[in-house]
């Protein structure tokens, strides 16, 4: 270092030394330090130094100068040193890879080969770039003053840039940078590097940091020393080529797993594919890639044979739903979503299978044998997952008794069905959550078909009552919370998907009215159940049934006022019966139950006569019911009450030993009917005995149930207090019956079974009846829906008119256009519309 | 040199040395000094002033150094901080120190070194 005099002065002019300060000396000092930078012997030069020099050409106004000379040197440099070792490189065989010919190479020989001449390039690369960073930085001084008021590339761009004008360019053929037609060096980095990639995908390992280093070579260089953004080579030549070849490469893997393979592996595989490229694009090539090339896979391996690969016979969509394979639906649905955000095609299949298996479940239901009760407890504990105890248990009961009578073998259908249904919507509700992420829409898609389904089946509305009633009287009782909340939920699910909800309704009512009289459920959950279905369905759906509830509690509290009442009257006599009351409101209960179905048929009432105890105490009721109010009828609905009696049977004489030989007392609780019947007994002497004609006649009980009551008292045997002549199996109106003073029994209560205490499916008869009823009901409903409509908009085009009044009862049901047509017809024939003139399919609303 | 830009075991030290035209010799922390442009390339190239850590500046006189290496330190301390007080330069020495500024690329705040 030259050092210089310290003098003191009292200003310094710039600090440009006269020594040094011309341009060929500060140029051959840059000269040889670029020679040495090059031979990588730059340790023992001073940077400041060299720093110095090109400080001192740029201040002297020679930057350009100094910039053409680094550039002229660089060019220079590149012919005679780095090109002719590049050359030996490219051998014949690296020429035939190029040219996409398999050459005739082992796979590992084409590798070795490839990999090398990557090597040598990415070490020419590597000493190129390093040399140019470091000369650039030399430079510094020339590039921040000169470069940046010129508006030249930077020193280091040109002179990087060299290397792809010099080498990546370099033509092959000919040595000649001449570009047309002839194989450039580039073309065979970009085919080894495909090359290997493939391997790579066959499963071969290769060196994934030098496909790095190469590509971030790509990376680094530009088309033009302007060395815009979207100019990388990596971007305008190598990524083009790389997804043309990957095209080809998915293409032909898709169509050879279509030809090999299953729809399963064909998902596995496609997944495994999506993720090796993103990791290859991180490892091997450049994160800029990860979006084209996953567009690629997606369409090659995915759209393109998608619904080929669903079809497939034992693998596809549909063996996937059946058989439950959530693994592959999980990945269908990651792998559709990809694609597609409509999931249409997920969405047709889903819908398809869902509706076949729906109707499968119909087409069971019809071939299933109830009559062979082993089988329908079999074919409903196998639907059943929560009540498996239940259904085992009902199955051992019903082993036990004959084959299921007809009734029996329907609700056992019904409960099938329901089980069924449940348990297909259990299972893509399973689906929905572990395969598809819960989407929504797709949820949507599986309740539109389920109920599609559903309402295809004409018996859905009786059958889900049924379902629902069963598992109140028999299901719940003795169950946690959760189990109750379990089956709950169920039921509202099935619920959702009715669209004939007046039916249901009707049923509902019917079925709950038999369970609250004989509280054969639990209160609570009833009325939990009512909460629900008015939260789901509205308030006007179960105002009935809150009616109903009603109708219960006060008639609860009318009870036990009645006993106080009769109690404070103070003749207590032991004697009197105690009556437990239930006083229905008429429009909240089912006629059925209520005794006013005879009345629909025009006969009149057969009122029950019933003897004068009992007579008294209903007098005595109804004198305490008026009480406090006014105008009140009661109608006494024996068909649907229970009696306890108490009985007392005389020891015999003659038996000295066994229970005969003793008095005997039991406690009977039998229908009110069996209790009128019973009571006549009472008058009657020993040994006589009484007609079913006389029975009638004294009770005036319709025949029907008459007998039904009479086979119960007579026939069973737990509780055969009736003795029959002739004792034959059924009940004839000529029979006898006589006081069996023999009855004998183990227990001290005993309960009469009651014919109609379970609900079953209606006969067919039954089941017009109730259509027919309810049609006459919607009648209704529809005419008060078009004078709603009409009233407010007072004139209306009939179509405009259809549509308001299905979407106002669409909560309740889908009216048919043809009743919607014919109540139109029968409105304006009672003059509540008329037709606007010279436009028939217009009406106006006569107030 | 009784300075070792590099302590034994490889890793540079903490400390470079900086020598004025009339070798006047500064110990400046390393990270301090990085913020003048031409030092952080100097010590970046593997060329003598890396591997020994000393710099020579045959074009700045010491008083003027000094004044750099102050500015260094005084840059360095408050690097984080806002309302930082004023660094009194004297008047005389002005049109020096711009010109060393200048060479020693102090331009602009320390960028990262450029993605080359």
Known sequence: MASRPNKPRPIRRPVISKEGGEFEPCWDILRGAMIDIHNKNASELSFENLYRASYKITLRKKGHLLYEKVKAFEEAWFQNNVLPSIHELISSSLTSIAMLSMPALSLHERREMGEKFLRAIRSRWEDHNTSMNMIADILMYLERSHTTETKQPSIYATTIGLFRDHILKYGLATGAEDMDGHLIVFDIINAVVLDLINMERDGDIVNRNLLRKVTSMLEELYETDEEHENQKLYLTVFEPRFLEASRLFYRAQCEKLLRESDAGAWLRHTQRRLREEQERCQTSLSILTVDNITKVVEEEMISAKLDEFLAMEGSGIRAMIDNDRIEDLSILYQLISRVDKSKSVLKTALQTRVMELGLEIEETLKNTDFSNPAAAAGAAGAGADADADETAEAAGDKAKSQPLSGPAQQTAAAIKWVDDVLQLKAKFDNLLTTCFDGDLVIESWITKSFRDFVNMFPRNAEYASLFIDDCLKRGLKGKSDEDVEVVLQKVIVLLRYLSDRDLFERYYQKHLAKRLLRSGSELHIEKELVRRMKIEMGNHFTTKFEGMFKDMELSKDLSTNYRDHIRNLGDVDTKTTDLNIQVLTTNSWPPEIMGRSALQDGSARAEVIFPPAIKRLQDSFYEFYLQDRRNRKLTWAASTGSADIKCFFPKISGKDTGPLSKDRRYELNVSTYGMVVLLLFNDLADNESMTFEEIQAKTNIPAGDLSKTLASLSLVPKCRVLAKEPATKTVKSTDRFSFNTQFVSKTIKIKAPVSNSSSKVERDDERKETERKNDQTRAHVVDAAIVRVMKQRKELSHTDLTTQVISQLAARFKPEISLIKRRIEDLLAREYLERIEGDLAAYRYLA | ?116
């Open chain 2, 1 to 116: 040199m009784a300075f070792n830009g590099n302590s034994g075991n490889g890793a540079p030290s903490e400390y470079i040395t900086l020598i004025s035209s009339d070798d006047f010799e500064f110990t400046v922390l390393r990270e301090a000094a990085l913020i003048s442009k031409t030092i952080s390339r100097t010590l970046s190239n593997p060329m003598m002033e890396a591997r020994t850590g000393v710099c020579h500046f045959p074009e700045i006189r010491g008083v003027v150094l000094e004044k750099v290496v102050e500015y260094f330190h005084y840059w360095y301390k408050h690097r984080d901080q806002l309302d930082v007080p004023d660094m009194p330069i004297p008047v005389e020495l002005c049109l020096e120190l711009l010109m060393a500024a200048d060479y020693l690329g102090m331009d602009s705040k320390p960028a990262s070194r450029d993605a080359f």
